[in-house]
């Protein structure tokens, strides 16, 4: 396995398009429903084998208050607890910490806060109502901290 930064065209084109099948797809959204209006000023990751197929990716998104948000996070089922997911976050908080950020927070569905949480996340809020209406957490991990 093997973590890059889509910057071609047709590596974008591989990265939305899992994007969509891990996490749009199985709610019954249709393509598109997988893009917002941070990609521009956003961190992209995807792991990928070595044929280039894609089997997770993550996001990373800049904000004005010296924190980040990750968004985006979803593994292909096959390769879910073989630390696909576990590798994108260390790299999303890397590069977070290389770029001077000081706190990332992420909302979490009820189904990933202990992934969360074994990667040094703490709830910090009630649980509310996302997007499709999913129960979500926001979870928040200092980047102070030592592990990363």
């Not at 249709?30 to 997770?56: R, T, W, Y």
């Not at 000081?102 to 649980?127: H, M, Q, S, V, W």
Request: no cysteine.
């Amino acid at each position: 396995m093997e973590l890059k930064e889509p910057y071609k065209p047709e590596e974008f084109q591989a990265y939305f398009k899992a994007r969509w099948e891990f996490l749009r797809k199985p709610l019954g959204f249709p393509k598109g429903s997988e893009i917002d209006d941070f990609e521009n000023i956003s961190l992209h990751v995807m792991a990928v084998d070595q044929k280039d197929s894609v089997l997770g990716v993550g996001r990373l998104t800049y904000l004005p208050s010296g924190e980040g948000q990750i968004r985006y996070m979803g593994v292909d089922e096959k390769f879910r607890n073989k630390n696909v997911g576990g590798s994108i976050l260390a790299y999303l908080e890397k590069e977070a910490v290389k770029i001077g950020l000081n706190r990332i927070f992420l909302n979490a569905r009820n189904d990933a806060i202990a992934f969360y949480k074994k990667n040094g996340y703490d709830e910090a809020g009630k649980p509310f109502k996302g997007f499709a209406e999913i129960q979500h957490v926001r979870m928040e991990k200092s980047l102070g901290s030592p592990e990363i």
